[in-house]
């Protein structure tokens, strides 16, 4: 079946760089998601990368693939207190409707 | 534009209450999708729409009753509901229900408060 990972929480000074780490067991996962929530709010998507590359940037974010290990994850460059929130990942296969979700890790960003 | 847009935002009902959530969105997306979420928790899906049909149903109890009266509406009629119903319930929308650009993009959620 189908599991996705991630640790629960995260803690980091304003102005360092956040890592936030999933692994996932299913190894015909083809889109790999990262979605924010913050307090009160819906989910936003950050960003996604498809299971062909190794890595994507998009200004402050960088997200790693290795397949071989079947993890992923979302760098946050140059942290801000505006950056603390629950961060989702989420895999999906190809042939699905609907991805499946990791617990979230909460990012605390202290000034 | 990826905007869903979920009303209300906040909504306290009692269990005799009926009361109706509303979710639109004007992408050209031909799938929506209701999900429910506990606080510190990920989304649990409930009920999945594809070009307006239902196609998943996630065995949700009949007092949630799912409409989609055209491509950009979703709603979700709530009767009898119990204080373990409250949550934060939220839309979403994809281009289509599979494939490479299925996408979930998501509302800000209504919060439903039980009492």
């Known amino acids: 079946g189908e599991d996705v990972e991630q640790s629960l929480f995260l803690s980091v000074r304003e102005g360092d760089s956040s890592v936030i780490n999933c692994t996932y067991t299913d190894s015909s996962s083809t889109y790999l998601y990262w979605y924010k929530q913050e307090p009160g709010a819906g989910l936003q998507l950050l960003t996604y990368?498809?299971?062909?590359?190794d890595m994507k940037q998009d200004q402050r974010l960088t997200v790693l693939l290795n397949k071989k290990d079947k993890h992923l994850s979302l760098r946050i460059a140059d942290t801000q207190t505006g950056d603390s929130a629950i961060y989702f990942c989420a895999e999906k296969t190809g042939g699905s409707y609907i991805p499946t979700f990791g617990r979230g890790t909460s990012l605390i960003v202290h000034p | 534009d990826t905007e869903v847009t979920q009303t209300p935002k906040h909504l306290v009902m009692g269990m005799t209450n009926k009361k109706s959530l509303k979710c639109e969105q004007h992408?050209?997306?031909?799938?929506m999708y209701w999900y429910k979420q506990k606080a510190k928790k990920p989304p649990e899906l409930m009920f999945v729409y594809s070009y307006e049909k239902l196609s998943i149903n996630e065995s949700v109890p009949s007092r949630f009753s799912p409409e989609c009266p055209n491509s950009s509406l979703l709603n979700l009629h709530l009767h009898a509901l119990q204080p373990e119903d409250s949550a934060l319930y939220l839309c979403?929308?994809?281009?289509?229900?599979?494939?490479?650009?299925?996408?979930?993009?998501f509302g800000a959620g209504t919060r439903l408060s039980v009492l």
């Open positions: 990368i498809f299971s062909n590359m």
């Open positions: 992408m050209g997306h031909r799938a």
């Open positions: 979403a929308s994809s281009q289509s229900g599979q494939g490479a650009k299925n996408i979930q993009y």
